[in-house]
């Protein structure tokens, strides 16, 4: 029997693979308790959160494949992804939404003193996320900020200056598989204890758009409420990725029999 599922040990959790993708089996307590160790530590970790789309991704993109089993922390960041663990016979504890973790980080943060450096977006929603945690934790020690537009000449200076600003954790906001790459080629550079791509987060915390009500995320139909907001963009995500995701899911079920 081909078996879709493979546990492998690391120092702290339990990884496994879901669709030809590791993901660490942790609930969101679990994910924050890690990050703080690895803050610690102070050695640079990247993290990455794996939904429907990224599985699919993953399975076309090797390079993409191989930064996300080489990052230390994985979370299931997509509910679908929690389904199929389950319906391939190892079910991951829960969904690690990005935001939600990145909004812990932040909170967290102010409590530690711990330093952020915010990274991504347009500058005016780049703006509006900084005037925002500063108003909701005034304690929070803000690193540095950069919008997400900028030349390939220009990355190696701006992964000079993330490093120059000392930050205990950089939080990216821009799509995949950008954010994987930049990370994956700079974080020695960088050299930040914790660096985590953020996708969409930054419009949210700065309500360009709005997040689905709590019991849309449950059942998962968060796709649903992104989708209706902006169809003419997501559509391509969502109505083929999705199906492109069931898909595969079959796949992997069958291969499992």
């Not at 900084?130 to 000449?153: C, D, M, Q, S, V």
């Not at 120059?164 to 906001?173: N, W």
């Not at 954010?179 to 360009?208: C, I, T, W």
């Amino acid at each position: 029997m081909i078996s879709d599922t493979l546990e492998i040990q690391t120092r702290s959790t339990t990884r496994v693979e879901v669709m030809g993708v590791k993901i660490d089996n942790l609930s969101m307590e679990e994910t924050l308790s890690l990050i703080e160790e690895k803050i610690l530590e102070a050695l640079p970790t990247q993290h990455v959160v794996v939904n429907a789309a990224k599985v699919v991704e993953a399975n076309k993109n090797p390079e993409l494949k191989a930064i996300i089993e080489s990052c230390e922390i994985v979370n299931a960041d997509g509910q679908a992804v929690v389904w199929a663990s389950k319906i391939l016979g190892k079910p991951l504890k829960e969904r690690v939404a990005g935001i939600d973790l990145m909004q812990a980080l932040v909170q967290r943060a102010s409590q530690k003193g711990w330093s952020i450096y915010f990274f991504g977006a347009r500058q005016e929603v780049l703006d509006k996320v900084i005037e925002h945690y500063r108003k909701e934790f005034p304690t929070l020690r803000i690193a540095g900020a950069r919008n997400g537009y900028y030349t390939p000449e220009e990355e190696s200076t701006i992964a000079a200056d993330i490093s120059k600003s000392k930050a205990h954790i950089l939080f990216v906001a821009m799509s995949s598989p950008k954010k994987e790459m930049f990370l994956n080629k700079y974080r020695s550079v960088m050299n930040v204890p914790f660096v985590m791509g953020v996708g969409g987060s930054f419009d949210v915390v700065a309500g360009v758009t709005k997040r689905a009500p709590l019991w849309m995320q449950k059942i998962g139909l968060e796709w649903l409420f992104r989708f209706l907001q902006e169809p003419r963009r997501m559509w391509r995500r969502y109505i083929i990725g999705n199906a492109e995701f069931i898909a595969l899911l079959l796949k992997y079920k069958f291969k499992r029999r």
